[in-house]
């Protein structure tokens, strides 16, 4: 390949990764001298046509022997993609540009106050059993993640369902407590999949059997997974693999480098330290698509320093987010503003100013406190996100200039979530994020929520939340979650220095759709249904 | 002295002025941030930036101070405890053996990260934690040399003959068994040391391991160690610190051991 | 002497027997210590105290710990290891799959180990103090001296990033042929060959050295008989003591110990298994896999004190 072809090539890169739109593509290769050929080459890069066959290996962090195929226990990203995009559907799903639309469902219609849904579900849909999908396998499906005796993941948005009853074999009607108009991004939950019921409306989970793209063929938990195309599947240009092997590599370095040599086609989760040298090898591309994952320190807010809002004030100001994004993240993520909604989710508050690593203002808010100097301690473990006590010392050391003392303390990554996280005033944390608004807050920022791990409490969020919910109008609505942000920021218990990209990589065989979805890694974890090979 | 032995002194004393004088020789301070995320081997940093930006050399010698100490430490704890226990076993032998024999096994069969892990869990990775649970770990392997060394001993002419002068069970060990087991023990002491390292390094892969900001060899290997098959040669400057450390350690063993069994340099 | 040899195997055997209860109740008593259980370990950070009650009472374990414990023991007993409590799969199941791959790999690794660190630890003693000697200990050294796991990463550079001679990942299946089993392998039997070569060559130069200076060698030494000769036949067969004990202590660690070379090389052992059954408090995969790490342990034990003993006519004969 000659020196321009390589660029060439490296910017139709860029465009099947959906880096690129058509008028900056032409703009750099007409620079390049390719005037009359830019546009074609355009097209050639962004619309390949998905083709049958192939077997698709790829290689996931986040497995465990202790997994399984119910979803409710799913939280990770081996067993997300083998049940949602792989041998299940749920009746909703998020699209490439973040929207919920219909995918076991047909239709979903609203009552004016949003309280009441009404359902439509495709008809003449087979499970791999040869069984008809209906009314009675989706109420089945969402009712295993209710009622006292659930365990699941999902429980509490189960439970936001409401009553659901069905209206024929085709409709499932719901009857909320309060409005939501974000009532079908609650279905498209990764934990909410549709399985088969028996007579006794229960699911055997444990099958495999769903309406998804490809068959479960073998599974070994923790290891390895293998499947096979579902002949009849039911969305069109979607399951192009004849096989999927999926293989579980927990070692970041040890999955760059079955990528580098091309033991499998793609792999989920990059490591971020060597991700630019991947970047750098022929025929492999790192995908980098943003989306809602942003790391957290929570601070408990009713204890002692926490209380004091400027305190709060002075940690969110003695945090050099440019180092975090670009040491942590390796620049592949964006600046946090110390509240959980990223710029490219809907009602994204982007005119409140971005926080910036400031000593004299976080002197300032120190003084205010009437504080010289301060000396926390923060607890960290590499269990609450990936490089979290390099991170953690990183802002101990920022912070040091404010005259703000943190110590780090590292501590067992086992049991992390249930000895430290909302046990100790300051520790480290990670959201996968929620797709929207109303969701997020009320799962991490409600007062008394489960997982409000500030235990903030503050009374005009709280009416902001409720009103939000239900508000039809746009432009309100909007208003509502930018107030809410500039709340959270600026009063809130939690420092929050960054979102974090999905960082993936992928064979230069395997074709994509132009723009990939942000919700998960590997295109909204829909690689399997989604993608192919050229 | 030969010059293999020399060699392995002035290594080890040379680590051992760094770990002394540590606060004046390093340019920076063991956690300060210095530059970008790793920054080139004999660039600006003479051994470059670790993965968050810290000077690989200031890290190298805060290290020596924090493991040497903690290595000196625990091996001589691991080796205190293993071979009392041994040769207390081998010379009393009946149920004081079975007891102690039998108490090795199970802590010895149960995976040393794993045992670390649990202990480590509820006690937290406080610097005394530590020495005592790696200590406890390589404890056991050396009973279990110690013990089959001194079994050996303990039915040669010499022993007998003091057992039947009268000769107290802590003369026996201390004048007979000791002095005779002392070669093969050495030369564990010599790579056990080292083991200390890898232990906390394959702590770090846990996520466990020294307090920061306390550098350390180990976790410096494991931090940067991704970074081997793209280029990045940096986690080899810790490894070959360790490396040097050991080698160091061993000649001076060796050479004691040599004296020891009476040996010429010459055969 | 076959009589007392046999009745020490039995008691032994006997003696096994209370290790591995002790084993099974000490691991147990370790995890449950550990704070946070089976459901809060899965749950993780989306625990909630009635989902954590609802799975209390699905899993049973709201009943007191010692009595699931002898429960358990009744069942182990009668050769009925359970179910995991993650998800459900027989216990024999998970564990069957993997206990031979981890067999597999310890052989391997102790078959290429063995022989050439006993040979090396051999010319190393004859020849000692030469450069060959000093070489031989400086490379061993460095070897023993680097972490296991970049061990895997520098060899993972070489064989399977730059030239690609083996693949980086060994996730060896059960349909492999031998072959290719081998061929995956390749890379996590080198680097535990590595890892545990340098201390049994170690151990084998230096029992023997420690033995040259004894007057039987000296005596051998004027009757002019060859250096060679020497150590095989003469100071070998007293050295085999320690040498025994170092080899089975490292044939133990290719079983147990190889927790992060699995890890590394994505390959489905029992180590990693129990890393795994730790951290979700999966009591009957802890449980069993101790068992099974203990009776190798036990077993190569007895093998290594009979060994010893067989190498040593005194301590067949105590006084």
């Known amino acids: 390949m000659s020196k321009v072809d390589y660029e060439i090539y490296k910017l139709q890169k860029r465009v099947t990764n959906g880096g690129m739109n058509r008028r900056e593509f032409i703009k750099a290769a007409t620079a390049m001298g390719f005037v009359a050929t830019a546009p074609a080459l355009y097209s050639h890069a962004a619309h390949a046509t998905p083709k049958k066959g192939g077997t698709y290996r790829v290689g996931f962090g986040g497995a465990n022997t202790g997994d399984m195929l119910d979803p409710a226990d799913n939280g990770d990203t081996f067993m997300i993609n083998m049940n949602m995009g792989g041998c299940r559907n749920a009746l909703v799903e998020v699209n490439a540009n973040g929207q919920a639309v219909p995918e076991l469902a047909e239709s979903l219609e609203p009552s004016a106050d949003a309280k009441t849904w009404v359902v439509k579900l ?3 849909i087979e499970f791999h059993s040869g069984k008809t999908f209906d009314a009675d396998d989706a109420i089945a499906s969402l009712e295993h993640h209710r009622g006292e005796d659930s365990t699941s993941d999902a429980k509490s948005v189960a439970n936001s369902l409401g009553n659901i009853r069905k209206d024929g074999q085709n409709t499932l009607v719901f009857e909320l407590e309060s409005g939501n108009a974000d009532f079908p991004y609650l279905l498209s939950d990764y934990h909410l999949l549709m399985g088969s019921a028996d007579g006794s409306g229960k699911v055997d989970w444990a099958s495999g059997d769903g309406t998804g793209s490809f068959v479960v063929k073998s599974f070994e938990p923790g290891v390895r997974a293998h499947m096979v195309r579902n002949p009849n599947y039911f969305k069109s240009g979607c399951a192009n693999f004849d096989e999927v092997k999926m293989t579980a590599i927990n070692d970041a370095a040890a999955r760059m480098n079955a990528m580098a040599t091309g033991q499998v086609d793609a792999i989920v989760r990059c490591d971020l330290k060597t991700a630019p040298m991947l970047e750098k090898k022929s025929g492999v591309s790192v995908i980098q698509v943003s989306g809602t994952k942003h790391f957290t320190y929570p601070m408990d807010v009713r204890q002692a320093p926490f209380n004091d809002n400027n305190v709060r004030m002075a940690l969110k100001h003695g945090i050099d987010r440019e180092a975090f994004v670009n040491t942590v993240l390796r620049g592949y993520g964006s600046l946090g503003n110390d509240h959980p909604i990223s710029s490219n989710q809907n009602y994204h508050a982007g005119d409140l100013p971005q926080r910036q690593y400031d000593v004299d203002k976080a002197k300032w808010y120190l003084k205010q406190a009437g504080l010289t100097g301060l000396d926390v301690e923060i607890a960290a473990a590499d269990a609450a996100f990936n490089g ?34 909302m046990k100790v005033p300051w520790s480290a944390c990670y959201w996968s994020g929620r797709p929207t608004a109303d969701w997020m807050f009320t799962i991490g920022y409600k007062a008394g929520g489960n997982w409000t791990d500030s235990y903030w409490d503050h009374a005009r969020f709280e009416e902001l939340l409720v009103a939000g919910r239900a508000e039809l109008d746009e432009a309100k609505r909007n208003e509502i979650y930018v107030e809410m942000q500039t709340i959270v920021s600026n009063e809130g218990g939690v420092v929050v220095p960054c979102f974090a990209n999905n960082v993936d990589a992928a064979s230069d065989a395997l074709g994509r759709p132009a723009k990939l979805a942000g919700n998960w890694e590997l295109d909204g974890s829909r690689s399997i249904e989604r993608w192919w090979f050229k | 002295m030969n ?34 995320v790793w920054e080139p081997l004999f660039g600006e940093f003479i051994f470059g930036t670790d ?43 009946g149920w004081v053996d079975q007891v102690l024999s039998r108490f090795v096994d199970i802590v010895i069969s149960i995976p040393t990260l794993i045992f670390a892990l649990i202990v480590l869990s509820s006690t937290g990775t406080s ?42 069970l802590w003369w026996i060990m201390r004048k007979e068994i000791l002095p005779n087991a002392l070669t093969p023990l050495a030369a564990e002491f010599g790579l056990r040391f080292c083991f200390v390292f890898l232990l906390i390094s394959g702590l770090s892969f846990l996520g466990l391991g020294l307090q920061p900001p306390l550098a350390d060899w180990g976790a410096m290997v494991r931090g940067n160690a991704d970074g081997i098959a793209w280029g990045y040669m940096h986690p080899l400057v810790p490894a070959t610190c360790i490396a040097l450390l050991t080698i160091g350690i061993n000649l001076i063993v060796d050479s004691a051991v040599q004296k020891a069994s009476g040996l010429r340099d010459d055969q | 002497m076959q009589n007392s040899l046999l009745r020490l195997v039995l008691r032994r055997l006997a003696l096994g027997v209370l290790t591995l209860i002790a084993i099974s109740l000490l691991i147990t008593v370790g995890v449950e210590a550990l704070s946070g259980d089976v459901c809060t370990a899965m749950m993780g950070q989306m625990a909630s105290e009635d989902k954590v009650a609802a799975c209390h009472r699905a ?126 392998s390749a890379l996590p039997v080198l680097t535990l060959t590595l890892a ?19 007057p039987y060698i000296e005596m051998a030494k004027l009757k002019g008989v060859k250096p060679g000769r020497i150590i095989v036949f003469h100071a070998l067969p007293n050295a085999w003591s320690p040498i025994i004990q170092v080899i089975m202590l490292n044939l133990a660690w290719l079983v147990v110990g190889v927790v992060i070379v699995e890890v590394v090389f994505v390959y489905p052992g029992l180590g ?23 009776s190798v342990y036990v077993i190569l034990n007895l093998l290594a004190d009979i060994l010893s003993m067989a190498s040593n006519p005194r301590l067949m004969h105590p006084k």
């Open chain 1, 122 to 124: 495709r008809q003449g």
């Open chain 1, 388 to 421: 979290a006590v390099d991170a953690t010392q990183l802002y101990s050391e920022a912070a040091k200039a404010a005259g703000i003392n943190i110590k780090v303390n590292r501590v067992s990554p086992d049991g992390y979530w249930n000895n430290v996280w």
């Open chain 2, 3 to 36: 010059w293999a032995s020399r060699f392995g002194v002035f290594v080890v004393s040379a680590f051992g002025f760094c770990a002394i004088f540590a606060p004046w020789l390093a340019p920076y301070g063991q956690s300060q941030v210095v530059g970008d």
């Open chain 2, 51 to 93: 993965q968050i930006g810290r000077d690989m050399l200031s890290m190298l010698i805060y290290g020596a101070r924090n493991m040497i100490a903690l290595a000196l430490l625990t091996t001589a704890c691991a080796f205190g405890l293993g071979s009392l226990l041994g040769f207390l076993a081998a010379t009393m032998r």
């Open chain 2, 127 to 168: 610097v005394l934690a530590l020495v005592t649970v790696i200590a406890i770990i390589y404890a056991m392997p050396v009973y279990r040399i110690a013990r089959a060394v001194a079994m050996d001993i303990e039915v040669m002419e010499f022993v007998e003959a003091a057992r039947l002068r009268g000769e107290g």
């Open chain 3, 59 to 184: 899993l049973n374990l709201d009943r007191p710990v010692h009595l699931r414990y002898i429960e358990w023991l009744v069942n182990f007993a009668q050769g009925d290891m359970g179910k995991a409590l993650t998800n459900h799969r027989e216990v024999v199941d998970v564990i069957g799959n993997r206990i031979g791959n981890t067999f597999f790999l310890a052989i391997a690794s102790a078959l290429i180990a063995i022989p050439i660190s006993l040979a090396l630890g051999i010319v190393a003693a004859l020849y000692r103090n030469s450069l060959f000697d000093r070489s031989i200990s400086m490379i061993t050294l460095s070897g023993v001296s680097v972490p296991d796991f970049f061990i895997a990463y520098i060899l993972m550079a070489i064989f399977a990033v730059s030239f690609g001679i083996f693949p980086a990942i060994s996730n060896v299946d059960d349909t492999m042929a031998l072959s290719e089993r081998i061929v995956a």
């Open chain 3, 196 to 214: 545990v070569s340098a201390h049994m060559m170690r151990m084998t130069r230096a029992s023997i050295v420690s033995l040259m200076a004894s």
């Open chain 3, 272 to 294: 990693a298994l129990m890393i795994d059954a730790v951290f979700l408090r999966d009591m009957p995969i802890v449980r069993a896999t101790a068992m099974i790490f203990a």
